[in-house]
């Protein structure tokens, strides 16, 4: 080992012969998802900040129906590797103080029932990280990239509470919350503190 | 498809360092046993090929012929000729080379083990993916101060060096002044060093931690004690000291500085400001560092540009990732940046 | 050697051996370091049963350790009948002189009015008496409402609704709590959460002042009771998790404005230390140890938040008030002993300069916070009458301290630690024990004893000066805690610890204690299954009143610790009873029931109470009319007639 170190350093062709080779399988292997690491994005398209802009709070007046919520994917959604990265900036950046290392809430809501007071679907939960809430959920969208942002929303969703972006009107009518934990015997989905 | 970042030498790379031509110790001791060894081995090597040339050319005698002696008493004696006593002498002078080499080894091992003089300076050396923490310990925790990849140390006195890694395993080396010491997650690795020549000298991780292993490099810069002295006393100062009040700064620097700690904080230490991030290297004194990337390239406003915008391009699988900054926000904060002494 | 063949000999040195190694065992656990361990012990493994391990009992009218409280008029005594103040007496001995009930009658107490205050968070505080009204103030909304005891079931008098900012919230470690309001100068004083102090007309309910103390988006709440002292309203901020810069505020009485700031960590101009600064102890003696003791610039961050109780004496005019937990958790990451947090300050409250200063845990690994309530008492020692404070701290120490002069004077566990192996007799530093040192990177430690929320956390004791004893609600509580580095980002937490909690041994997570401050030893306890994480009142009929977390009220003989009266409340009971005088002359009893609070850390126990908010009065069954007399009495008062002679 030490002899190899000694030529990298020695002879600078052979040392990028080597990094060319490292990085061309980097390449070749674009897309597969074990080799998102949390700083490369490998060149996924992510929804627009402008589109999601218009993703509204609540429901709307009149008698349209949303779909542009319905339409807005998570393009790192089951993405393991997104996930993984995710996850770790779940801890990295403090998510984890809040609502605990399980995600289970502390001073934050429980992020793995089906009570969403924001929405839950992956443009809500984007949002919701991004823009801050009303009851100390802090704003992010300035220190994380959308990247990022779009990587944690895929930890959340993996973390089985959320609902895919196909269900986002059940979800606000409140079909999607109320199975019943046979062993509580608690409705599940019903926030368990008010 | 072109290569998607840039191999460039950095003023680190004047020339490579050696293991064999140390700059202090406990290299020096190492080398002296290295290249003691070596000519040993050499002169052996090349003893034993003159004799065997000569065997080889030297004719042989009849074998018939024997040399007669005529002794005192009249009887005629015979002595052969053997080569038997070659072998006693050489097996002689072997063992005495060995066994002196063999002492020569333990006894050299033994002194570079542990510092000669209770070492004065502590260092912290914290191993990241993919670039080296640095903690320079005081008796006054306030004294204490936080650097990332490049250091100063004074001639001629001994640094206690404790290495610890947050991540995976690595191994910190510096070949001109001491061998490599692996960083062990979950323990703290304890070596030392003493340069004993002013210089800059580059070391690298040795141990392959990830994709970008062959990028992690440091230096060591050893300087007169006073000289380290006024060095030290600048990396304790925050950022709020070495600036003027913030009505004398230009725009662009302020908005940088404002871009810096919203954008930035969550990662990256200026100290005196509310940038408090632990996940990244301390930018507290940036603009006193030679290279950026951890030995990546050169610390030029074009470099810090490139590589506030785009890291993953020049350093692939970095945990900084491709910010999400518009041009002239990327200036603002560069030229901020250049401003941290 | 030739191995043994004959068995019997082999029998006879195995039992040798086994002999020698249990008679070591023996030695090694009977061993310490302090007194009156083995007296603990006694009662600590007594079991989960409701009744009392009395070892010995007080007998009636003695007080046996020769402690009195404080008295004078300087003191902030209200008259027997009324309690304005949480600690009702600046010296925080929760104790109040009224002896209708007593240990012969408790048993016959019942419910007579409750009230609902319409919010289920965690109810801390304690209600007010004053001039026939009761007030309390519910957690976040932070409602204050008054309750007029003159009309029959206590109806509501006025309500004042302050809206504070909804980000609190999101920013309160540990529930929105109101640990306490206070009744001073025709007000009622306390803080919302969002780190406004409020003072609102105690007569009208028409808001007087309002002044904003601290900054809510960067992570600062107020949970605490404010105190007044003279013309000052003292008050401290909470965020010991979220990398705050613990402070003590100074407000004026009749304006509201601030008058003077201390923080708890910093150089001495900030800190208020000056040339009076006089600690005892000299590895507290220096310049600007508040930001020496820390990296540089660390301090800023390094919490220290004066969240709990404050005590005052008059006669020496200091005010004590402690400070939090170290910021971050994770230690690793601020070497040095990190002054001045998880201790306590004596300040001159005109001025806020710093008299004296202990801390306790120096470099706190643990979350061991030092805002506990310190007891002022007057205590023999060694034959000579000592003014003192005693605090039971997180830590799991009692400590009694000269309150003149800083000096520990005497200090033991009063409660399963494990953590540390003693005090140093010169230098009162915690021992340590190397393997619960949580420095460790990324290492589980494992069964630290007491978890973060310590052997006691803010819910306060009491003390009576007729039995001389202190009944002091104690946790028996472990973790495992894995520290990591953590970044500081402005409002969000600034913590690096991962934690799962556990019960000590036993199994029983509360106990009840009566302690005697003298010997430093326990004299009985009441093993409770769920926490006991309410305060405590202790009455002039010698009966001691407490709750556990799953909603038990219980009266107690304060000599004997026997259980005298029990009921089930509708919720879990976080805040100190309190006991006053009615307009009828009878003496009642209230206390809030409402769980939550650090007492969720064991929400997961089968049986855990629901969340509630309600008031509960109780009174001799004789001193509560019949039913139907009450009726007919509100129905006479809401058509404007006067109220019916009570029969």
């Given at each position: 080992?030490?002899?190899?170190?000694?030529?990298?350093?020695?002879?600078?062709?052979?040392?990028?012969?080597?990094?060319?080779?490292?990085?061309?399988?980097?390449?070749?292997?674009?897309?597969?998802?074990?080799?998102?690491?949390?700083?490369?994005?490998?060149?996924?398209?992510?929804?627009?900040?402008?589109?999601?802009?218009?993703?509204?709070?609540?429901?709307?007046?009149?008698?349209?129906?949303?779909?542009?919520?319905?339409?807005?994917?998570?393009?790192?959604?089951?993405?393991?590797?997104?996930?993984?990265?995710?996850?770790?900036?779940?801890?990295?950046?403090?998510?984890?103080?809040?609502?605990?290392?399980?995600?289970?809430?502390?001073?934050?809501p429980d992020l793995t029932d089906t009570y969403w007071r924001y929405g839950g679907s992956p443009a809500e939960i984007y949002k919701s990280i991004s823009e801050g809430r009303p009851?100390?959920?802090?704003?992010?969208?300035?220190?994380?990239?959308?990247?990022?942002?779009?990587?944690?929303?895929?930890?959340?969703?993996?973390?089985?509470?959320?609902?895919?972006?196909?269900?986002?009107?059940?979800?606000?009518?409140?079909?999607?919350?109320?199975?019943?934990?046979?062993?509580?015997?608690?409705?599940?989905?019903?926030?368990?503190?008010? | 498809?072109?290569?998607?970042?840039?191999?460039?030498?950095?003023?680190?790379?004047?020339?490579?360092?050696?293991?064999?031509?140390?700059?202090?110790?406990?290299?020096?001791?190492?080398?002296?046993?290295?290249?003691?060894?070596?000519?040993?081995?050499?002169?052996?090597?090349?003893?034993?090929?003159?004799?065997?040339?000569?065997?080889?050319?030297?004719?042989?005698?009849?074998?018939?012929?024997?040399?007669?002696?005529?002794?005192?008493?009249?009887?005629?004696?015979?002595?052969?000729?053997?080569?038997?006593?070659?072998?006693?002498?050489?097996?002689?002078?072997?063992?005495?080379?060995?066994?002196?080499?063999?002492?020569?080894?333990?006894?050299?091992?033994?002194?570079?083990?542990?510092?000669?003089?209770?070492?004065?300076?502590?260092?912290?050396?914290?191993?990241?993916?993919?670039?080296?923490?640095?903690?320079?310990?005081?008796?006054?925790?306030?004294?204490?101060?936080?650097?990332?990849?490049?250091?100063?140390?004074?001639?001629?006195?001994?640094?206690?060096?404790?290495?610890?890694?947050?991540?995976?395993?690595?191994?910190?080396?510096?070949?001109?002044?001491?061998?490599?010491?692996?960083?062990?997650?979950?323990?703290?690795?304890?070596?030392?060093?003493?340069?004993?020549?002013?210089?800059?000298?580059?070391?690298?991780?040795?141990?392959?931690?990830?994709?970008?292993?062959?990028?992690?490099?440091?230096?060591?810069?050893?300087?007169?004690?006073?000289?380290?002295?006024?060095?030290?006393?600048?990396?304790?100062?925050?950022?709020?000291?070495?600036?003027?009040?913030?009505?004398?700064?230009?725009?662009?620097?302020?908005?940088?500085?404002?871009?810096?700690?919203?954008?930035?904080?969550?990662?990256?230490?200026?100290?005196?400001?509310?940038?408090?991030?632990?996940?990244?290297?301390?930018?507290?004194?940036?603009?006193?560092?030679?290279?950026?990337?951890?030995?990546?390239?050169?610390?030029?406003?074009?470099?810090?540009?490139?590589?506030?915008?785009?890291?993953?391009?020049?350093?692939?699988?970095?945990?900084?990732?491709?910010?999400?900054?518009?041009?002239?926000?990327?200036?603002?904060?560069?030229?901020?940046?250049?401003?941290?002494? | 050697?030739?191995?043994?063949?004959?068995?019997?000999?082999?029998?006879?040195?195995?039992?040798?051996?086994?002999?020698?190694?249990?008679?070591?065992?023996?030695?090694?656990?009977?061993?310490?370091?302090?007194?009156?361990?083995?007296?603990?012990?006694?009662?600590?493994?007594?079991?989960?049963?409701?009744?009392?391990?009395?070892?010995?009992?007080?007998?009636?009218?003695?007080?046996?350790?020769?402690?009195?409280?404080?008295?004078?008029?300087?003191?902030?005594?209200?008259?027997?009948?009324?309690?304005?103040?949480?600690?009702?007496?600046?010296?925080?001995?929760?104790?109040?002189?009224?002896?209708?009930?007593?240990?012969?009658?408790?048993?016959?107490l019942r419910i007579a009015w409750s009230f609902n205050d319409g919010v289920l968070h965690g109810h801390e505080g304690t209600p007010l008496v004053a001039n026939n009204t009761m007030?309390?103030?519910?957690?976040?909304?932070?409602?204050?409402?008054?309750?007029?005891?003159?009309?029959?079931?206590?109806?509501?008098?006025?309500?004042?609704?302050?809206?504070?900012?909804?980000?609190?919230?999101?920013?309160?470690?540990?529930?929105?709590?109101?640990?306490?309001?206070?009744?001073?100068?025709?007000?009622?004083?306390?803080?919302?959460?969002?780190?406004?102090?409020?003072?609102?007309?105690?007569?009208?309910?028409?808001?007087?002042?309002?002044?904003?103390?601290?900054?809510?988006?960067?992570?600062?709440?107020?949970?605490?009771?404010?105190?007044?002292?003279?013309?000052?309203?003292?008050?401290?901020?909470?965020?010991?998790?979220?990398?705050?810069?613990?402070?003590?505020?100074?407000?004026?009485?009749?304006?509201?404005?601030?008058?003077?700031?201390?923080?708890?960590?910093?150089?001495?101009?900030?800190?208020?230390?000056?040339?009076?600064?006089?600690?005892?102890?000299?590895?507290?003696?220096?310049?600007?140890?508040?930001?020496?003791?820390?990296?540089?610039?660390?301090?800023?961050?390094?919490?220290?938040?004066?969240?709990?109780?404050?005590?005052?004496?008059?006669?020496?005019?200091?005010?004590?008030?402690?400070?939090?937990?170290?910021?971050?958790?994770?230690?690793?990451?601020?070497?040095?002993?990190?002054?001045?947090?998880?201790?306590?300050?004596?300040?001159?409250?005109?001025?806020?300069?710093?008299?004296?200063?202990?801390?306790?845990?120096?470099?706190?690994?643990?979350?061991?916070?030092?805002?506990?309530?310190?007891?002022?008492?007057?205590?023999?020692?060694?034959?000579?009458?000592?003014?003192?404070?005693?605090?039971?701290?997180?830590?799991?120490?009692?400590?009694?301290?000269?309150?003149?002069?800083?000096?520990?004077?005497?200090?033991?566990?009063?409660?399963?630690?494990?953590?540390?192996?003693?005090?140093?007799?010169?230098?009162?530093?915690?021992?340590?024990?190397?393997?619960?040192?949580?420095?460790?990177?990324?290492?589980?430690?494992?069964?630290?004893?007491?978890?973060?929320?310590?052997?006691?956390?803010?819910?306060?004791?009491?003390?009576?000066?007729?039995?001389?004893?202190?009944?002091?609600?104690?946790?028996?509580?472990?973790m495992d805690y894995k520290g990591r580095e953590v970044s500081y980002i402005a409002g969000t937490p600034y913590w690096g610890a991962d934690m799962t909690r556990h019960v000590g041994?036993?199994?029983?997570?509360?106990?009840?204690?009566?302690?005697?401050?003298?010997?430093?030893?326990?004299?009985?306890?009441?093993?409770?299954?769920?926490?006991?994480?309410?305060?405590?009142?202790?009455?002039?009929?010698?009966?001691?009143?407490?709750?556990?977390?799953?909603?038990?009220?219980?009266?107690?003989?304060?000599?004997?610790?026997?259980?005298?009266?029990?009921?089930?409340?509708?919720?879990?009971?976080?805040?100190?009873?309190?006991?006053?005088?009615?307009?009828?002359?009878?003496?009642?009893?209230?206390?809030?029931?409402?769980?939550?609070?650090?007492?969720?850390?064991?929400?997961?126990?089968?049986?855990?109470?629901?969340?509630?908010?309600?008031?509960?009065?109780?009174?001799?069954?004789?001193?509560?009319?019949?039913?139907?007399?009450?009726?007919?009495?509100?129905?006479?008062?809401?058509?404007?007639?006067?109220?019916?002679?009570?029969?």
């Amino acid at each position: 080992m030490a002899i190899h170190a000694f030529a990298f350093h020695r002879a600078p062709c052979l040392r990028a012969a080597a990094i060319a080779l490292l990085i061309g399988s980097v390449q070749a292997c674009k897309g597969q998802p074990e080799l998102l690491r949390e700083g490369s994005t490998g060149g996924i398209p992510l929804p627009k900040d402008s589109t999601l802009a218009r993703v509204a709070l609540g429901d709307i007046a009149g008698s349209t129906r949303n779909t542009l919520l319905t339409s807005i994917k998570n393009p790192y959604e089951g993405n393991t590797g997104a996930i993984e990265a995710g996850g770790e900036l779940f801890v990295r950046m403090n998510c984890v103080a809040c609502h605990g290392y399980d995600a289970r809430g502390g001073m934050g809501p429980d992020l793995t029932d089906t009570y969403w007071r924001y929405g839950g679907s992956p443009a809500e939960i984007y949002k919701s990280i991004s823009e801050g809430r009303p009851q100390g959920m802090p704003a992010w969208g300035a220190m994380l990239t959308s990247d990022e942002l779009w990587k944690l929303t895929a930890y959340v969703q993996s973390l089985g509470g959320s609902f895919p972006a196909a269900l986002a009107e059940q979800g606000k009518q409140g079909n999607l919350g109320a199975t019943l934990d046979t062993a509580t015997g608690v409705l599940k989905g019903r926030q368990s503190e008010p | 498809m072109s290569l998607p970042y840039i191999i460039a030498q950095t003023r680190l790379d004047s020339h490579a360092p050696s293991y064999m031509r140390p700059a202090g110790a406990p290299a020096g001791g190492e080398a002296v046993l290295g290249w003691a060894l070596t000519i040993i081995a050499v002169a052996v090597t090349v003893v034993i090929a003159i004799l065997l040339v000569v065997a080889v050319l030297r004719k042989r005698e009849d074998p018939d012929s024997t040399t007669t002696r005529k002794a005192s008493d009249g009887t005629y004696r015979v002595r052969l000729v053997s080569g038997l006593s070659w072998i006693y002498v050489g097996l002689a002078i072997t063992v005495v080379i060995l066994l002196g080499a063999f002492g020569a080894t333990v006894v050299s091992l033994a002194k570079s083990a542990h510092a000669p003089s209770r070492p004065k300076i502590t260092m912290d050396i914290i191993a990241h993916q993919w670039w080296w923490e640095v903690r320079m310990e005081d008796s006054v925790p306030s004294d204490a101060f936080v650097t990332a990849n490049e250091i100063h140390v004074p001639v001629g006195v001994p640094v206690e060096i404790r290495v610890q890694s947050q991540d995976v395993i690595h191994s910190f080396w510096v070949p001109e002044l001491f061998g490599k010491m692996d960083v062990i997650p979950g323990q703290i690795n304890v070596t030392w060093m003493r340069a004993d020549r002013s210089g800059t000298y580059r070391g690298a991780c040795a141990e392959y931690c990830g994709l970008q292993h062959a990028h992690m490099a440091f230096a060591i810069t050893a300087e007169p004690q006073k000289m380290y002295d006024k060095w030290a006393a600048a990396q304790r100062a925050t950022s709020a000291s070495s600036l003027p009040p913030n009505a004398a700064l230009p725009p662009n620097v302020l908005r940088g500085e404002t871009i810096f700690v919203s954008t930035c904080s969550g990662c990256h230490a200026v100290r005196g400001t509310n940038a408090l991030g632990r996940l990244g290297p301390d930018l507290t004194h940036l603009a006193s560092r030679q290279t950026i990337g951890a030995g990546l390239i050169d610390n030029t406003p074009a470099n810090l540009m490139r590589w506030v915008s785009d890291a993953q391009a020049m350093k692939p699988g970095v945990l900084m990732p491709r910010m999400d900054l518009r041009h002239d926000d990327v200036a603002a904060v560069v030229s901020y940046l250049t401003t941290l002494h | 050697m030739q191995p043994v063949d004959n068995p019997s000999i082999r029998i006879a040195f195995r039992s040798l051996i086994s002999l020698v190694f249990a008679g070591a065992a023996v030695t090694a656990c009977t061993t310490h370091e302090y007194p009156g361990r083995r007296a603990n012990d006694a009662g600590d493994s007594s079991g989960v049963s409701a009744a009392a391990t009395s070892s010995t009992s007080t007998p009636a009218g003695e007080n046996v350790t020769g402690a009195t409280a404080p008295t004078g008029p300087g003191w902030g005594i209200p008259a027997d009948g009324d309690w304005t103040t949480q600690g009702r007496d600046y010296a925080n001995t929760r104790y109040s002189p009224l002896a209708e009930i007593d240990t012969s009658n408790v048993s016959s107490l019942r419910i007579a009015w409750s009230f609902n205050d319409g919010v289920l968070h965690g109810h801390e505080g304690t209600p007010l008496v004053a001039n026939n009204t009761m007030y309390l103030v519910t957690p976040f909304p932070d409602i204050a409402y008054a309750l007029d005891l003159t009309k029959p079931g206590a109806p509501i008098k006025w309500t004042y609704r302050p809206n504070p900012s909804p980000i609190a919230i999101g920013k309160a470690c540990c529930d929105v709590v109101n640990r306490g309001w206070q009744l001073a100068d025709g007000k009622l004083i306390y803080n919302l959460l969002d780190g406004h102090t409020v003072a609102v007309d105690a007569a009208t309910g028409k808001e007087l002042w309002r002044t904003q103390v601290y900054d809510v988006t960067q992570g600062v709440t107020m949970t605490m009771a404010p105190v007044i002292v003279k013309d000052k309203v003292l008050v401290g901020n909470s965020g010991g998790e979220m990398g705050v810069l613990g402070s003590l505020t100074a407000l004026d009485l009749k304006t509201g404005k601030i008058d003077w700031q201390a923080t708890s960590t910093g150089p001495d101009s900030l800190v208020k230390i000056g040339p009076d600064f006089k600690p005892f102890y000299s590895w507290m003696q220096g310049k600007n140890l508040g930001e020496t003791t820390w990296p540089a610039g660390a301090w800023k961050n390094g919490a220290g938040a004066v969240w709990g109780w404050i005590t005052y004496d008059p006669d020496l005019n200091l005010i004590y008030a402690g400070t939090s937990n170290t910021g971050p958790w994770n230690a690793q990451q601020r070497p040095g002993l990190n002054l001045w947090t998880s201790g306590v300050f004596a300040r001159d409250p005109d001025t806020g300069m710093a008299k004296w200063a202990f801390v306790f845990t120096p470099h706190n690994e643990w979350d061991y916070d030092g805002v506990n309530e310190n007891i002022l008492v007057n205590l023999p020692i060694n034959g000579k009458q000592r003014k003192v404070m005693v605090q039971f701290n997180r830590n799991g120490f009692a400590y009694t301290i000269d309150r003149a002069t800083g000096e520990v004077l005497m200090v033991s566990p009063f409660g399963h630690e494990n953590w540390a192996s003693g005090i140093d007799s010169v230098t009162k530093m915690p021992i340590v024990v190397p393997e619960k040192k949580t420095e460790v990177p990324g290492h589980w430690v494992r069964d630290i004893c007491p978890a973060d929320i310590g052997v006691k956390d803010e819910q306060p004791a009491a003390f009576s000066p007729r039995t001389g004893l202190f009944y002091v609600p104690v946790q028996n509580i472990c973790m495992d805690y894995k520290g990591r580095e953590v970044s500081y980002i402005a409002g969000t937490p600034y913590w690096g610890a991962d934690m799962t909690r556990h019960v000590g041994p036993g199994g029983n997570y509360g106990e009840f204690i009566a302690w005697n401050a003298s010997t430093g030893k326990k004299v009985w306890g009441i093993p409770e299954k769920f926490l006991v994480y309410s305060g405590v009142l202790v009455t002039g009929g010698d009966v001691a009143f407490y709750g556990t977390v799953d909603g038990w009220f219980r009266a107690v003989n304060a000599r004997t610790g026997k259980i005298l009266w029990s009921q089930k409340l509708g919720s879990g009971i976080i805040g100190a009873p309190m006991t006053f005088r009615g307009p009828d002359g009878h003496q009642y009893v209230s206390v809030l029931a409402g769980v939550g609070g650090a007492a969720m850390v064991t929400k997961a126990m089968p049986g855990f109470p629901a969340r509630g908010g309600t008031l509960y009065t109780f009174a001799l069954d004789s001193s509560i009319p019949a039913q139907g007399a009450q009726a007919s009495q509100s129905s006479a008062s809401s058509n404007g007639a006067p109220a019916k002679e009570k029969r």
